[in-house]
C-alpha cells in the first residue's frame, strides 16, 4: 500500500532563518506530488505541485521554493523565512491522471518566532 | 486557492442524529469531486469521491450527492458519532484536463457532535 511521510511534524524557527521540509512517498510511482498551507482555522492553499522529476509549478508567488530531486521526494523551502510564512504545511499525492483523489500526509507545523 | 482568508462554517448536531453538509461548486466543468475529513492536527483524510456522470454514491455510513444542475454537492452522514467531530472539505476537480490532477477546495465546514 501506499504511504506519505513528512517530517518535521513541528518546527520552530526565526524570522529569517531558512527552511526545509522534505516528503516521501512510498508504494508508488510517477506520482504528482503537492504542497499545500493551511492557515488555522481555514482553508487549504496550493503552493506547488510537480508531475515528474525536476517539473514544478507554483500557484502562488512567494519566498517560498519547490523541488523535486527524485521522483518520490518532494521539499519546500525557503532562504530566509517570514513571520507570515506561519502555518501547517501538507504535503499530498495523487496517481498521475485527473480524476484521482490526493492523498495527504500528516503535515508539519511551522511557527515563526 | 479561493477559501483562503474565509473561517470555518460550523454544523452542530447530536450523537446519533444524521449530519448532512453542504458544498456548492462554482466551475459546471468540474467533473470529479472528492469529500476529505480533517481531524484536528492530522492532514486531510480521502472519506468519498464521485464522478460526474453519478449523482448519487454510497460508502459505509456516508452518501455524498450530487446535483449538477444547481452545482450543489453534500454528504450524508448517517448516525453520527463523536468520532466523526472535525472539519470537512469538499474539492472539485476543475476538467483543466492534463496530467497534473488540481483540485479546488471548498472552505470547509466544522462538524461538532453532541453526545
Known amino acids: 500500500s501506499q504511504t506519505i511521510h513528512q517530517w518535521p511534524a513541528t518546527l520552530v524557527q526565526p524570522v529569517g532563518s531558512p527552511l526545509s521540509l522534505e516528503c516521501t512517498v512510498e508504494?508508488?510511482?510517477?506520482?504528482?506530488l503537492y504542497w499545500y498551507r493551511q492557515a488555522a482555522g481555514r482553508g487549504l492553499q496550493l503552493l506547488f505541485y510537480?508531475?515528474?522529476?525536476?517539473?514544478i509549478s507554483s500557484e502562488v508567488p512567494q519566498n517560498l521554493s519547490a523541488s523535486r530531486p527524485q521522483d518520490r521526494q518532494f521539499i519546500l523551502s525557503s532562504k530566509k523565512l517570514l513571520l507570515s510564512d506561519s502555518g501547517f504545511y501538507l504535503c499530498a499525492w495523487s496517481v498521475r491522471y485527473s480524476n484521482q483523489p490526493q492523498h495527504f500526509g500528516d503535515g508539519t507545523r511551522l511557527s515563526i518566532l | 486557492g479561493e477559501n483562503v482568508g474565509l473561517h470555518l462554517p460550523t454544523l452542530s448536531v447530536q450523537e446519533g442524529d444524521n449530519s448532512i453538509i453542504n458544498c456548492a461548486y462554482s466551475?459546471?466543468?468540474?467533473?470529479?469531486f472528492i469529500w476529505y475529513k480533517q481531524e484536528s492536527g492530522k492532514g486531510p483524510q480521502f472519506i468519498i469521491d464521485i464522478r460526474s456522470n453519478m449523482d448519487k454514491r454510497q460508502g459505509q455510513r456516508v452518501t455524498v450527492l450530487l446535483n449538477k444542475t444547481v452545482k450543489h454537492l453534500s454528504l450524508q452522514i448517517a448516525a453520527t458519532q463523536p468520532g466523526d467531530s472535525a472539519v470537512y472539505f469538499c474539492a472539485e476537480n476543475p476538467g483543466y484536463g492534463g496530467s497534473q490532477g488540481n483540485l479546488i477546495f471548498g472552505k470547509g465546514t466544522k462538524l461538532s457532535v453532541k453526545p
Open positions: 508504494g508508488t510511482s510517477n506520482p504528482n
Open positions: 510537480s508531475v515528474g522529476i525536476g517539473q
Open positions: 466551475n459546471s466543468a468540474s467533473d470529479y
